[in-house]
C-alpha cells in the first residue's frame, strides 16, 4: 500500500488495501484480486470514489484519487469485486461563462461504466444550477444528488461463449430488419411473459422463427445502451421509448434485463449467432442524455464539460447540431477515445456484429464542417477490430451542411432517403417520377458510385422507425401524434403517403385490397432494387401505429409490434421476395450497373425498354405520364469472368392501367417465367409463351430466363 493512501481510510474500506493502480484501461476493471478505477478529466482539480453499499443505498467509503498519470486519476482497491456499486465526485471550477461545471455535490456515474444500477428520479437536485434562479445556469446548486441517480456497477464481463462466431454475411447477402428490444417482444405469443421486453424475449424461440422464416440475415436493434427518459416526457406521463437519449455508452439498457445481469445481452448475440442472425446496435454517439445548459449535471458534464462537449465561442452554451441540446466532442481525444473504446467493448466483449450511427454527421464534423478523412473516421477506418464489422450511417445531422448522403468513405452503408422518397412518390402515382425511381432501382449511383464504393451501400427502405409504418403510409394522409402531447409540431408533415380512398382503417374491400396491392409493390422495389434491403419490424404483416408517425414516447400498444392479427399473406409475400433475392445473384451485385457491355459477350449489363419492348428516348424520361418501366438486368460489366453468372431477370413495375408488356428476344432453347407478380401474389412459376404478355394494372411482374420445357 501506498504511504500516501494509509491515512483516513475509512472504516468501511478495512481489509481492502488501497494502492496508486493503472491509467488503463479506463473504467473500473476487476483482475480477480480486486478492482482499478481510472477516470479521464484534464481541468478537475480534485477525483473523489463513492463506494456504496451492495443495495446502493448508503454512501460507505468517499477515496479520494491522488494519483494522476496525464489527465487520467485512477486507483486500485484490493479485495473488492463484481457487483460493487459506485460513483464519482469531481471538484473543480464551476464557471459555465468559461465552459466549466464541476459540482462535486453530483454524483456521477462512470463515463466506462458496464452495468448502471438503479433509476433516475426526476428531480431539480440533478441541476449544477440552481433551478428558478434569476442567474440561471450561472448560479450555483450544493444539494447532494445521489438519492436520485443509479449507481455505476463493477461487472465481470467473462461468459461462455463456447463455438459462438459472427456470422459474418457478406453485404450482398446481408437483409435487414430493424426492431426495438420491447416493441418486438411485449406482445408477441409464445414469448415468456416474464421475458417480454427483454433481451431474454428478444432470442427466444418464436422471435427466431419468425426471423428466420422471414428471411432476415441481421437485426438492427434501436438504442440498447443505457438512456434516460427525458423529464418532459416524464411529466406527461411518457418515456422514452425509442432511447435515442444515451447515458451509458458501455452499459446494457436496465430495463431490458430481467436480473439486471450483462450476460443476458451476451445471450441474446449467442443465440441469435447460433441462427445465423447478425446483431447491429444502433448507436447514439453524436450526444448525451445532459442536454444543453439547462440540463442535469450526470456524467460527462461533471468530469469535464469543456472536454466533452462542443461549445459555442462563448464557452456557456452548446452546440447544437443534434437537435436535442448537446454534441460530443469527438475532436478532442479522449472522447474520440471513449468511442472508439466503447465500440471495441460491444464488439470483442459482447460479441456484436456491427453499427448504426444515429445522426452520424456530427461524429465525423470536423473544424471546417464534414471531414470524410477526419479523425474519427480514419480512426474507425483503421482498427483492426472495427474495419471488419457492419458500419452503417445515418448520413445526417440539423448541423452546417449536415446532408451527406453519399459522402462517406467505404466500408459504409448509408440510410438513403432519396429511395424512401421517391419509391413512396412512385407507387403514389405523382407525375414524372420515372427518372427519379429508375435511379432508386439501381442503387442510386449517382450517390454511391465512386472511391470504390459497393452498390451495396444503398440501403433501402421504405419505412423505418421514424415516420410512418409501411400500414399507416397506405391509410393515413395525416399523421396522428395527439399522444405525443406536442400538439401536432413533432414527426414529419410530408409523408408521401395515401390513404387509398379513406382515412385510417377500413373493412370496405376494394380499399383493403388496394393498400394491401400498395404494400407488395413497394415492399418488392425494395427487395428488387440494387442495394441493401431493410424492413422495420411489423411491416411484414401489417402492423399499424395507429397514424403516429413519431412513436418515440409511446411505450405502449401505440408503439408495440400488434402481433392479436397479423396479415399472413402478407407475411408469405414477404418470405417469397426474400427467396427469390437469394436465388437470384443479379439482385444481390456490388458492382453497379451502367447498361455498359460485358467482356464476355459483348452483351450490355443493363437495359431499359419501354412497354412496346424499344429503348426510351430523351423525350420518354421527360413524359411526366410515363407511368410502366420495365428493366433487363445482367451481371454487371465490371464482374470479374470467374464471378460472373448467366442469371438474367426482366423487371416490370408498372404504376398505371393494364398494359402489355413485350418480352426481350431469348437465346435458343430458352423462355421467360413469370415468377413474381404482386396483384397475385400466391400464383407459383408460370412459363410465358409468346412475344408479350399483359401487365395487371399497378403491378410489380419479375420474369426470369429459364430453359425451355
Not at 479506463?26 to 473523489?48: D, I, K, P, Q, W
Not at 442495394?531 to 399499424?544: H, R, V
Not at 423487371?651 to 398494359?659: M, R, S
Request: net charge negative; hydrophobic share 35%.
Amino acid at each position: 500500500m501506498n504511504a500516501h493512501l494509509t491515512s483516513d481510510i475509512p472504516t468501511a474500506l478495512q481489509g481492502h488495501p488501497l494502492s496508486s493502480g493503472k491509467p488503463h484501461p479506463l473504467g473500473a476493471t476487476f483482475n480477480g484480486e480486486g478492482v482499478n478505477f481510472a477516470v479521464f478529466s484534464h481541468h478537475a482539480e480534485r477525483v473523489e470514489l463513492c463506494l456504496f453499499s451492495d443495495d446502493g443505498r448508503k454512501e460507505r467509503a468517499r477515496i479520494p484519487l491522488t494519483e494522476r498519470d496525464g489527465d487520467v486519476w485512477h486507483i486500485f482497491i484490493a479485495g473488492l469485486h463484481p457487483g460493487a456499486k459506485y460513483g464519482f465526485r469531481v471538484h473543480g471550477p464551476y464557471d459555465p461563462e468559461n465552459g466549466h461545471r464541476f459540482n462535486p455535490n453530483k454524483l456521477l456515474l462512470d463515463p466506462y461504466a458496464k452495468r448502471i444500477f438503479g433509476k433516475y428520479r426526476w428531480s431539480d437536485a440533478m441541476m449544477g444550477y440552481r433551478v428558478g434562479s434569476p442567474r440561471e445556469d450561472l448560479s450555483f446548486d450544493p444539494r447532494d444528488s445521489a438519492f436520485c441517480v443509479p449507481r455505476s456497477m463493477v461487472v465481470d464481463p467473462s461468459f461462455n461463449w463456447g463455438s459462438d462466431a459472427p456470422p459474418a454475411v457478406s453485404r450482398s447477402d446481408t437483409v435487414l430488419y430493424e426492431t426495438h428490444v420491447k416493441g418486438m417482444t411485449a406482445q408477441m405469443p409464445g414469448v415468456p411473459y416474464a421475458q417480454r421486453g427483454t433481451f431474454l424475449g428478444l432470442c427466444s424461440e418464436p422471435v427466431l422463427d419468425h426471423l428466420t422464416k422471414l428471411g432476415i440475415t441481421t437485426v438492427q436493434l434501436m438504442p440498447a445502451q443505457a438512456f434516460m427518459d427525458d423529464r418532459f416526457l416524464v411529466d406527461q406521463g411518457l418515456s422514452n421509448y425509442w432511447g435515442y437519449n444515451t447515458i451509458g455508452f458501455f452499459a446494457p439498457e436496465p430495463r431490458y434485463m430481467t436480473d439486471q445481469g450483462i450476460w443476458e445481452f451476451q445471450t441474446m448475440v449467442r443465440r441469435f449467432h447460433a441462427a445465423g442472425i447478425e446483431v447491429v446496435l444502433d448507436v447514439v454517439y453524436n450526444h448525451t442524455a445532459e442536454g444543453n445548459h439547462l440540463g442535469p449535471t450526470l456524467c460527462h458534464r461533471g468530469f469535464d464539460n469543456l472536454a466533452y462537449y462542443r461549445l459555442a465561442d462563448d464557452k456557456r452554451f452548446y452546440i447544437n447540431d443534434t437537435g436535442v441540446g448537446n454534441v460530443l466532442n469527438t475532436q478532442h481525444p479522449m472522447v474520440l477515445r471513449m468511442v472508439m473504446d466503447s465500440m471495441r467493448y460491444w464488439v470483442e466483449v459482447m460479441h456484436v456484429d456491427g453499427f448504426r450511427f444515429d445522426l452520424a454527421t456530427s461524429l465525423a464534423r470536423e473544424n471546417n464542417g464534414f471531414d470524410r478523412q477526419g479523425g474519427f473516421l480514419d480512426a474507425l477506418r483503421q482498427d483492426p477490430v472495427l474495419g471488419k464489422v457492419k458500419l452503417i450511417a445515418e448520413p445526417w445531422d440539423l448541423g452546417p451542411g449536415g446532408y451527406q448522403l453519399g459522402n462517406w468513405p467505404h466500408p459504409f452503408l448509408e440510410f438513403n432517403d432519396k429511395f424512401r422518397d421517391g419509391i413512396r412518390k412512385f407507387w403514389r402515382g405523382d407525375a414524372g417520377q420515372m427518372p427519379d425511381f429508375a435511379k432508386r432501382i439501381l442503387g442510386s449511383a449517382e450517390q454511391f458510385d465512386h472511391s470504390g464504393r459497393a452498390a451495396t451501400t444503398s440501403l433501402n427502405f421504405v419505412s423505418v422507425h421514424d415516420g410512418f409504418c409501411l400500414e399507416d403510409l397506405v391509410s393515413y394522409n395525416v399523421k396522428r401524434n395527439a399522444a405525443n402531447g406536442e400538439n401536432g409540431r413533432d414527426g414529419k408533415d410530408d409523408n408521401y403517403s395515401d390513404n387509398l380512398g379513406l382515412e385510417g382503417p377500413t373493412d370496405d374491400p376494394d380499399i383493403r385490397a388496394a393498400r394491401d396491392l400498395r404494400k407488395r409493390n413497394m415492399l418488392a422495389t425494395v427487395f428488387l432494387s440494387q442495394g441493401t434491403p431493410l424492413i422495420l419490424n411489423g411491416d411484414e404483416f401489417g402492423n399499424s401505429q395507429d397514424g403516429n408517425n413519431n412513436t418515440y414516447g409511446q411505450d405502449n400498444e401505440i408503439g408495440w409490434v400488434d402481433w392479436s392479427n397479423p396479415d399472413q399473406a402478407l407475411l408469405d409475400f414477404v418470405c417469397r421476395l426474400t427467396a427469390v433475392r437469394r436465388k437470384h445473384s443479379v439482385l444481390r451485385q456490388t458492382r453497379f450497373l451502367h447498361s455498359r457491355p460485358r467482356d464476355r459477350d459483348g452483351i450490355p449489363d443493363l437495359f431499359w425498354r419501354l412497354p412496346n419492348g424499344q429503348p426510351p428516348g430523351h423525350a420518354d424520361w421527360q413524359d411526366p405520364n410515363w407511368r410502366t418501366l420495365c428493366v433487363e438486368v445482367r451481371t454487371s460489366s465490371g464482374t470479374p469472368e470467374y464471378d460472373a453468372s448467366d442469371d438474367v431477370l426482366f423487371l416490370t413495375f408498372n404504376c398505371g392501367p393494364q398494359t402489355d408488356v413485350a418480352l426481350p428476344p431469348c437465346d435458343a432453347g430458352e423462355m421467360w417465367e413469370l415468377i413474381l407478380d404482386t396483384t397475385r401474389p400466391e400464383d407459383g412459376p408460370t412459363c410465358v409463351t409468346g412475344t408479350s404478355t399483359p401487365v395487371n394494372a399497378n403491378a410489380v411482374c419479375v420474369f426470369a430466363r429459364t430453359a425451355a420445357t
